[in-house]
């Protein structure tokens, strides 16, 4: 992936439909706020998760130990985890206590911290320990860091975890698993509210981005094309009707332009294209014209 990639890729919304999805069966009993204002000024905590009665139990291995307040910190692939990141986020959460309108409104007991990263933060890991802080793995993917603060604190690795009520989060990484892409994919293209299929894609989008070929080698099985045609049809229906006049005269996006450019140089037929993709066989056609005059 090229840094221009990497950049264009929006990691936190990716993670908010996954971390949104994994919490989807508790949707009525929680609240989940991004970027928390913590003042007036430019402070922010990526996501707070508010359990709305105290005897909602989050039964997955991200949520089991949810208090009333949930701080989530997410450090996308790009992002560094180090020592003093993490006392960034202590330092966040402490701020976030003393914002309750009467004093000790918000209890310390009644707070969380988790900070979500793709791969483990080895370094990390290796500096606590060095200091005398102990971390042990609850979950598999799920560490917690005792001895800092009185507030429990967990790093999820996701590229580590093993629940799977947690796709959702797992696919969102270089070097997915296939089986998990698999079932993500099939668990997905039924879901029927509005809100999880807007997460769904917004899951998908860093999905895709990050394992090329691996969705290129589902799309070439036809329960797996069933799935993605499922999950992209509102997508690819917005895009034929807006016509947006990038890619050709005939206003197929430049992505999608991209899309049948690299289907068609690998030998997918125009009809085959045409209705995986649900484009109009025309504009296949002109796509094809056109790579025939630029050779």
Known sequence: MTESEKQRLDWHSGFEGGLMLSLRAYAKDIEVEREHPLSSEPLRIDYLVIKKRHDVYVDNAIGRDYRTYNIIEYKNPNDELNVDVLWKVIGYTCIFKSLGKTVDEIKASEITISIFRAAKPVKLFKYLREKGVRVGEQDPGVYKVYGMIDIPISIVVISELRDSSLKALSVMRKKADEDTVRQFLEEASKYTEPGDKRFADAVLQISTMSNKELYDKLKGDTSMCEALRELMADELKDAENKG???????????RDFDKISDMLRRGKRPEEIAEF?????????DVQSKLKKEK
């Not at 006049?245 to 430049?254: A, K």
């Not at 993709?277 to 056609?285: K, N, V, W």
């Open 244 to 254: 947006v006049e990038l890619g050709i005269e005939q206003g197929i996006e430049q």
């Open 277 to 285: 993709c649900d484009y109009p066989l025309q504009q296949i056609l």
